[in-house]
Every structure is written in structure tokens, then in C-alpha cells.
């Protein structure tokens, strides 16, 4: 016999001798699960039921039954459910153990099996208001809300004071949205129970819904003053907070939340963006990691992970997880489509992610928009001049970004015989001298930032916009709900994420034919517009500032091949890093010029190019300068060495307007083929490789040859007045050609088709 076996033998001798018959059989009967033909103990439980005779009835149930409770909270529920059907057989008619059999069922999660216990208490007790209640909270469990409703009456009808059965009766109408009488349950609730506090915090949820916060937070703090332990009132006390734009606060109550409840889901992701927000990318790592081995397969937080890691330059550590991350948002779980693109440039997977996230979120079919009053769709006039073309474009950008660089040019130049041209800005916030010029730009500027997306669908649609153009997509600010509503005859994703929108709601992506070639055309939802040279607008007055810049005045060194790259730091891989590290290796006196202002980052690449052997000084940081200044810096750099997956964009115009020339490679999504287009778009596309063997061997011969990076750098200064890239006015023309295609083609019925737009 093994040791536990006598051990628990003798437990039962012991219970024995003290008159403790129930106790020896309950070990009697966990030892007979594990040894079912152990004839000792079948001896030893006859033995024990011929004692029992002599006990009185009662007695001898109450032990059993208060065994079987020991039993549950030891979280023995097999054990339980066994004994339980075993003294049914003599109590058919003990509400216990039909209470004690359907706890043991609902925390092994058989929610059916406790709903038949507890129904069984009801055909003994008809007026339990306890077993119609549990019945109900097994119903919720089971998501059938109708169901928990009607038992949650039958329990209110048995007991009218019930306050908890109100309070669940509640969150189970908000199940069916039914928020108004939710609403009622509740208030009876406080009305009963004036300490209620999950009552006030319910109620505090449906006012949230409602967007009136100020009574929402009032009725968290209740929620709070009646029970100070209460996480999630503290949780979504922060969330009113934040909605109000009290960051501090609310930071404070997720705080809060997590001191009562470290691993408050909500309250850790909250408190991890808040850091990542204030560029506190060591805190927030830390707490989206806590976040990540509470929810291991959660695909946001992975995503977000690797993004943070990757602004950190953690490139060694994000190469672990290469393999592990280039499903993510593919299948089930959706993700921002923008959160993977540095570091997947597959072009199936990206359209996989950007169609989920959008089914989502905004399924056309489940979208209308709704008129107050009589109002009709034909009953809308436009205010304008309605024989001119109504264009709109859609952004939360329009001030000091990089859209906006691009952009201004092209708003500018529109041909206002033919177009009128109104700016929907979704962030008024900012306000700087770009912002202005934006406004004075645009023919109406029209601020929504306090307009929900039906709101500014409506006032589209007022306006009869013919062409609307989101300069959004799916980057940061994006209100992709607004054209969900269909509030424009034409919807076009233009210029701000590169790549399909994956929605059937946007007519045309703005593209030419080095960013979706005809053999990737399948990877995208929208019909493509491909204009002659370049899908980029660029600005043509963008000043340079006329002062002169010294090496010394820099940090760089007096002699040597300057190499930079002033792409965003999560652009850079171990990929693009590995050849840059074995190009200085190879290139005497050579150093790569960074624009990276993370501390950490920064020293974490320094640790990097230890790692490879190369001396962690020949990576020298670009300290922040005016956008004038910047531009005039790039003069002391002689090779602008682009990143893989995700190319420089305005960054590489940047380079391209200052006389700084770029090696790329081409890859196969949007995003990696974007330098290759502006090369083309400025006749140097033999500084276009296609390889990473490519693009480093270009590195090297060019790093060797001073004359021909010299003779490069001065076709660059004459392509940049002679070539389309900065044409701004050239390009203004074909973009319009294609609008009036795509336009008249919806003006004769016909269905949006690939457009290309000739030279």
C-alpha cells in the first residue's frame, strides 16, 4: 500500500474512535475513488452504516450535509456532486443538498446542471426567492439574459425587497439594451439598499452611455463612498475622468484600482497607455507585460508589445518574436492594422487585418444615417456654389504633421474653377502656423471635434460632398465611422496609412504603379487610382533654412562617410541594423547620424552595435531642430539609408528636397515600396535595390566612391526642379484628372474600376 493510503486509513480509525462516523466515511469514500476494490474499505463503510442505525435521523443528515459543505469550500466539487447523489437517494426532498449539488455544478462551470438543482428547490420550496435568484445567475452565466429576467422577477416577487436581484435584473436588461428600464431596476435598488454601491456603479455606467459624465462620476464616487475596496468603481471613475479630458485624475483612479486589484485588466491597460502617451515606454512595457501573462493570447497587447519595444530599439529582443507575431489580426482577433505594418510586409496578412478590424467595427450594413425630425436625404441643400465640383477631405491633421507638409501644396493648388474644397478637421486642438495655413487653404474649414461620426456624417451629407478623401486610414485620430455612413457619392483612402482600408465602403486608394503594381492589385479592397509618377503630393515652397551648418556643429566628425537615417526609431529592425553595422565595419571613419531623442533607445542601440562588434560612438543622435533648420542639416549627410518594412516617407521627401539621396529596397506591401516610388517620381531608381544583399552592396560601393556620390547628389539638386516628385502643380492636375474620371463614372452608373492616369 502506498503512504497515503495508510495515512488516510488511519485518519478513519481516528474518526472512528471518536464517534466522528460521517467524517470517517467521507475519507472512506475519496479513498474508494482512487482504490474502487479495496475491500477493507467497503468492510469498514458496511461496518460504519450498521453504526449509524443507532444514531438518531437528523443527526446523522445534518453531518452529512454539513460534510458536503466542507467538502465545497475545499473545492472538492466531484467529491460533492457524488455524495450528494448518493444522500438524494435517502433526502430527495433536503433543499441543501440540492443548494450545496448546483454551487459544486456552477463552479465547475455545468450551468445547466445547477439550473436543474435549484429548479428542484423551487418544486420543494415554490416561494424561494434564493433558487429563482440563482437560477437566474445561472442564466446570466449562460448569456441568456430573457431567461435570467424572468427568474429574477420570480425571486423579486417572492422576496419585493430584494435588492441584489434588482441589481442583476439590471445588468440583464442592459444585456437586451434595454438601458431605461435597466435604469429603474437600479434606481429601486439605491431606493431599497441606499448603500448599494454596485448599484450607483451600474447606473454610473449607463449615464457613461448616455455621455452624461458629470452625473457618472458623481455616482462612482458613490459607488466608492460605500465601498472604498471597490476596483472597478475606481476603474471607471478614470474612464469618466478621461472622457472629460482630466488625464490626471483619471490616471489617479486607475492607480487606485490597481492598489485594491493588481491585476485589473482594464485599469493596467489604461494606466500602460497613460505612460505610453507621456513617452514612458520602460513603464509602460512593464505593465502591458503584466497585462500579457494575465491574457497570453491577447493580440493587442502582443502588437502593442512589440511596437513599444521596437520605439525602444529592443531589436534584438522584437527579432525573438518575429515568427511568433506575423499572424496576429489575421484570423480572430482583431488589431490596429497600423500596430503590425513595421514589421510585416506581407501584403495578404495586411489586407487580412485591416478587413477585420474594419468588420469590427463598421459593417456597412448595420450603418444609416438617422435625420432628426422629417428631415429627408433630398430635403438637404448644399451652401456653395453647386455647379463646381464639392471635394472634402477628412482629417485630425491639420496642423505641424506630416500630412500636412505634404499636403498644403496640393489644397493650395486645386483648380478652383472646378472644385470647391472643404476641410473637415477632426482635431481643432492644435493650433500652430501650419494650422493656419491650412485654414486659409481651404475654400471652408469646418471643425467636428465635438461631433460624433453620425453627426459629421450628416453634415457631409449636407454638404453634398462629391468626393470625400480620408487623410486618416487607420493611423492615430482616425474616424474611419464617419465614411461607414456613405456620406459622399466617392470615397477615396488617400496619402495618411499606406495600405487598403479592407473596407467596401471606400471606393479608391491614391497609388501609382511602384506602390501597387497590377501583381499586387489583389491585395487591396478599394479600386486603385495610379497616377503617372508618384501617389505623393509634395509641397514645393517648403524652406530650407539659408545658414550655414557645420560637422562640428552637429557632433559629427571631420572626416568620413556620413550615413542617416532619420526614420522613426520602431521603423528600424535588426535586419536593416545588422547591415548598417557591417557596412561601418567596413567603411573607415564611417558613422550612421540617428534621429532618435529616447534615451533609452539610444543607449540601447549603442549596446547593439557593441554586441556586433562596432564601437557604439559611430552612432551619433540628431538633436531636435526647426523643420527650416532640419532640412538644412541633411547637407552634411551623404547616403540616406532607408528602413525595410516600413520605408521613410515624408522623411524621405525631406531628404530628397534637401539634396540627400536615399538606397532603398523594395519590398511587397504599400509601405515598403513608398521611397521606391519618390526614387522613380525624381529619376533615380537605380539607388532602388531589391534585395537586402542588394541594397547593402549599393551601401558599400557608393560608401567607397565620394565622386559618384558627389555626381549623384548633383543630378538629385537638378532632378528636384527638372523632375515631377516636387511639381506640386503637375501633380495637383493629375490627381484632379482622376477625380473627374472616377466621377463620371459614378454620374453614368457605372461601377468604381482601376483608373491610371497618363504623364
Known sequence: MSSSLNKNLRQAERYLKINEFAKAEAVYREILIQFPKNSKVKNALNNIKSLNKNKSAGEYKKEKIQILYKHYNQQKFTLVLEEANELLKLYPKEIDIYNVQGAASAAMKNFRKAIDCYIEITKIKSNSANAFFNIAVMYDSLNLPENAIKN????????????????????????LDKVNEALEAYNKVVELKPDHAYAYNNMGNIYMRKKMLKKAIDLFQKAIFFNAEYADAFNNLGKAYLSIGNITKAQISFEKALKINPDHINALIKTATYHENHKQYTKAISKFKKVLSLQPSNENIIAKLNLLQSILCEIDEVKEYKEKIKDIGTKTHYISPLAI????????????????????????????????????????????????????????????HAVSFLISGLIETHNRKCFEVIGYSLNSKKKDDMNKRMKKAFDKYIECDGLNDEEVAIRIKKEQIDILVDLNGHTLGSRSGIFAYKPAKIQINFLGFPGTMGANYMDYIIADHTV???????????????????????????????????????????????????????????????????????????????????????????????KRGVEPSRIIFAEYLSMEEHLARYSLADIFLDTFNYNAHTT????????????????????????????????????????????????????????????????????????????????????????????????????????????
Open 516 to 610: 501597387i503594381p497590377k501583381k499586387l492589385k489583389t491585395y487591396y479592397n478599394e479600386k486603385v487610382i495610379r497616377l503617372p509618377y508618384t501617389y505623393m503630393p509634395n509641397d514645393n515652397k517648403r524652406t530650407i533654412a539659408n545658414k550655414s551648418i557645420t560637422r562640428k556643429d552637429m557632433g559629427l566628425p571631420d572626416e568620413g562617410i556620413i550615413f542617416c537615417c532619420f526614420n522613426n526609431s520602431y521603423k528600424i529592425s535588426s535586419n536593416e541594423f545588422d547591415i548598417w553595422m557591417r557596412v561601418l565595419s567596413k567603411v573607415e571613419k564611417s558613422v550612421i547620424w540617428l534621429k532618435i531623442d529616447n534615451a533609452v533607445a539610444r543607449n540601447n542601440l549603442h549596446n547593439a552595435a557593441k
Open 152 to 175: 429574477y422577477n420570480e425571486a423579486i416577487r417572492n422576496q419585493p425587497e430584494y435588492a441584489d436581484a434588482y441589481n442583476n435584473k439590471g445588468s440583464a436588461l442592459i444585456k
Open 341 to 400: 505594418m513595421p514589421f510585416d510586409d506581407a501584403p495578404d496578412r495586411q489586407k487580412l487585418r485591416a478587413e477585420l478590424y474594419i468588420n469590427t467595427f463598421y459593417q456597412e450594413k448595420l450603418v444609416k444615417l438617422k435625420l432628426k425630425d422629417n428631415e429627408t436625404l433630398n430635403d438637404l441643400k448644399p451652401k456653395g456654389n453647386a455647379k463646381k465640383i464639392r471635394l472634402g477631405y477628412v482629417s485630425s491633421d491639420f496642423n505641424m
Open 652 to 759: 524621405a521627401c525631406d531628404a530628397l528636397w534637401a539634396g540627400t539621396p536615399i538606397i532603398t529596397k523594395l519590398g511587397k506591401s504599400f509601405a515598403s515600396r513608398v521611397a521606391g516610388s519618390l526614387l522613380t517620381a525624381i529619376n533615380l531608381s537605380e539607388l532602388i535595390t531589391n534585395s537586402e544583399a542588394e541594397y547593402e552592396n549599393l551601401i558599400l560601393r557608393l560608401a567607397t566612391s565620394p565622386l559618384e556620390i558627389e555626381k549623384i547628389k548633383k543630378r538629385l539638386h537638378e532632378n528636384r526642379y527638372s523632375e515631377p516628385l516636387f511639381d506640386t502643380k503637375k501633380y495637383t492636375k493629375h490627381l484632379e484628372e482622376a477625380f473627374l474620371e472616377a466621377l463620371t463614372r459614378h454620374s453614368n452608373d457605372k461601377k468604381p474600376i482601376d483608373i491610371n492616369i497618363s504623364a
